[in-house]
Each structure stands twice: as structure tokens, then as C-alpha cells.
């Protein structure tokens, strides 16, 4: 989807968008709200070149991974990457996830061949386009806080906090939140 403008990806329901385009600041929105929980941002890098070494930005802690469908295993999340490149009979690679830091997703990278402010990853990053995806990401992940391992969340407490690193202990539990696993995925939407 990286071909389509920016008002063009704007356009799209908040699932495509978040899959296609915008899925760096969704990941940011759910990072800032559970950063102070033990959860960092991540990426998954799909071969050498740096347009693909972050095909997909969201949060993790151990093997729990959010993004906008909701919270998943992330080695499950690397499995269905696999399996749509099978099923669509498009050349297998090797994805692996690492992580990323917050201010990396939205540095203007100079050495990038794309119209408009992006990152070194080809993310977009103009103010118009990151300010529309905040808005959204916010209403869909107050929407249903649940689905963002944010369940024993207060309502109040979804706003984010200027201070990630600070926030109140877990008050010694020591839960795993939800594992969903999601049914067939276009992950090769989240290219952008």
C-alpha cells in the first residue's frame, strides 16, 4: 500500500489503515499507554533493504504482541506473515522481529526516494497524516480497551502520559493479558 497518497490511505477504514500505513503510530498510541507495564515497541523486518526492515510496528512483552487487530502471540504473528506469502504463492522470506525505539518512528529520514517526510523505515511521518492516525488510533483503542491488553485499565488512564517510563506497579500480579489469535491475516497490507 505504500503507493497509495497519503489522503488516499486516509480514506481507508481504521483496520486497513493501521494494517497499511499508519501501524507506527498506532504502535506509539498503545506505547504510550503500556510502555510503564513492561511492553516495548517492536518491528518486524522482511529482508535487507530498508523499506522492509520495518514492515510492521507494534508493542510486545514476551511473547504477547498488540497492534490494531488486538493481542496475539508474536511468534504467531511471524507464523501467518509466513503462511499468507505461501497461500498467495509470493516467494517465501524470513521475518524476524526486533525492537525499536520511540523516537526512531518518527525521525525525518533525508536519504528516503518518497515524496512527503518519512522515517528510515518509509513510514510516513507528516504532522497532517500522524495527527489523523492519533485521532483515530485513540477512538479505536477506547473503543474496546480489552482488545489492547487494556481491560484493568481505568477509562482515564487511556490518555497518554507525558512521562512513559513513570506509571503505577501491576501491585504484584503477575497475569498474562488475553492471547487471541486472529484467523487468516493480510499482513502484506502493513507494507508501507
Given at each position: 500500500?505504500?503507493?497509495?497518497?497519503e489522503?488516499?490511505l486516509?480514506?481507508l477504514s481504521?483496520q486497513e489503515?493501521?494494517r497499511?500505513?499508519?501501524?507506527?503510530?498506532?504502535?506509539?498510541?498503545l506505547?504510550?499507554?503500556?510502555?510503564?507495564?513492561?511492553?516495548v515497541?517492536?518491528?518486524?523486518?522482511q529482508?535487507?533493504?530498508?523499506r522492509?526492515?520495518?514492515?510492521?510496528?507494534?508493542?510486545?512483552?514476551?511473547?504477547?504482541?498488540?497492534?490494531?487487530?488486538?493481542t496475539?502471540?508474536e511468534?504467531?504473528?511471524?507464523?501467518?506473515?509466513?503462511?499468507?506469502?505461501?497461500?498467495?504463492?509470493?516467494?517465501?522470506?524470513?521475518?524476524?522481529?526486533?525492537p525499536?525505539?520511540?523516537?526512531?518512528?518518527?525521525?525525518v529520514?533525508?536519504?528516503?526516494d518518497?515524496p512527503?517526510?518519512?522515517?528510515c523505515?518509509?513510514h510516513r511521518?507528516?504532522d497532517h497524516?500522524?495527527?489523523?492516525?492519533?485521532?483515530?488510533a485513540?477512538?479505536?483503542?477506547?473503543?474496546?480497551?480489552?482488545r489492547?491488553?487494556?481491560?484493568?485499565v481505568k477509562?482515564?488512564d487511556?490518555?497518554?502520559?507525558?512521562?512513559?517510563k513513570?506509571?503505577?506497579?501491576?501491585g504484584g500480579r503477575d497475569?498474562?493479558?488475553?492471547?487471541r489469535r486472529t484467523g487468516?491475516?493480510?499482513?502484506?497490507?502493513?507494507?508501507n
Amino acid at each position: 500500500m505504500d503507493s497509495l497518497s497519503e489522503q488516499e490511505l486516509l480514506a481507508l477504514s481504521d483496520q486497513e489503515l493501521f494494517r497499511g500505513g499508519g501501524c507506527h503510530v498506532f504502535a506509539d498510541e498503545l506505547y504510550q499507554r503500556l510502555s510503564s507495564k513492561g511492553f516495548v515497541l517492536r518491528c518486524i523486518a522482511q529482508g535487507p533493504h530498508r523499506r522492509f526492515q520495518a514492515c510492521h510496528v507494534y508493542i510486545a512483552k514476551g511473547d504477547t504482541a498488540v497492534d490494531c487487530q488486538g493481542t496475539r502471540t508474536e511468534s504467531g504473528m511471524l507464523a501467518d506473515l509466513v503462511e499468507f506469502r505461501r497461500k498467495n504463492n509470493y516467494p517465501l522470506t524470513e521475518y524476524k522481529a526486533f525492537p525499536c525505539e520511540q523516537k526512531s518512528l518518527f525521525e525525518v529520514c533525508k536519504n528516503v526516494d518518497e515524496p512527503g517526510p518519512h522515517n528510515c523505515w518509509y513510514h510516513r511521518i507528516g504532522d497532517h497524516f500522524v495527527q489523523e492516525c492519533r485521532r483515530r488510533a485513540r477512538r479505536l483503542i477506547t473503543s474496546a480497551p480489552e482488545r489492547y491488553c487494556l481491560a484493568e485499565v481505568k477509562i482515564r488512564d487511556l490518555t497518554p502520559k507525558s512521562d512513559a517510563k513513570g506509571g503505577a506497579s501491576q501491585g504484584g500480579r503477575d497475569e498474562k493479558p488475553p492471547v487471541r489469535r486472529t484467523g487468516e491475516i493480510d499482513f502484506m497490507k502493513d507494507v508501507n
